[in-house]
C-alpha cells in the first residue's frame, strides 16, 4: 500500500513564501513520477508542477519563475518552494505520485491573504 503525507501548508502574506513536503512510503518503483495539483474554490483540480525520476520538471505557466519542485529519490519525497505568492495561488495543494497507477495526498491549504 502506498501512501503520501504532506506537510507545509499555511496562511501567508502575498509575496511570501512556503514550502511544501511529501513523502511516499510503500512499494515504489524506481521510474515514477510525483508532483503537485491543486484545487482552488469552484474549480477544476489543475496542475502546479511534476518533477521524473530523472530530474526532468514540468511548471504551470501561472507558476513559472516562482515556484520549483524538487526531489530526494532516496526519501522517495517530493518538494514545493513556493516564492512570491499571490492571492491566486490560495488552494488546496494536493501531492501527487505516479506508481504504476495514480496516488494523491490527503491535500494541504495553502492562503495567501493580507
Known amino acids: 500500500q502506498v501512501q503520501l503525507v504532506e506537510s507545509g501548508g499555511g496562511l501567508v502574506q502575498p509575496g511570501g513564501s512556503l514550502r511544501l513536503s511529501c513523502a511516499a512510503s510503500?512499494?515504489?518503483?524506481?521510474?515514477?513520477?510525483m508532483g503537485w495539483y491543486r484545487q482552488a474554490p469552484g474549480k477544476e483540480r489543475e496542475l502546479v508542477a511534476l518533477?521524473?525520476?530523472?530530474?526532468?520538471?514540468n511548471y504551470a505557466d501561472s507558476v513559472k519563475g516562482r515556484f520549483t519542485i524538487s526531489r530526494e529519490n532516496a526519501k522517495n519525497t517530493v518538494y514545493l518552494q513556493m516564492n512570491s505568492l499571490k492571492p491566486e495561488d490560495t488552494a488546496v495543494y494536493y501531492c501527487?505520485?505516479?506508481?504504476?497507477?495514480?496516488?494523491w495526498g490527503q491535500g494541504t491549504q495553502v492562503t495567501v491573504s493580507s
Open positions: 510503500g512499494s515504489i518503483v524506481s521510474s515514477n513520477r
Open positions: 501527487y505520485l505516479w506508481n504504476l497507477r495514480n496516488y
Open positions: 518533477i521524473r525520476d530523472g530530474g526532468n520538471t
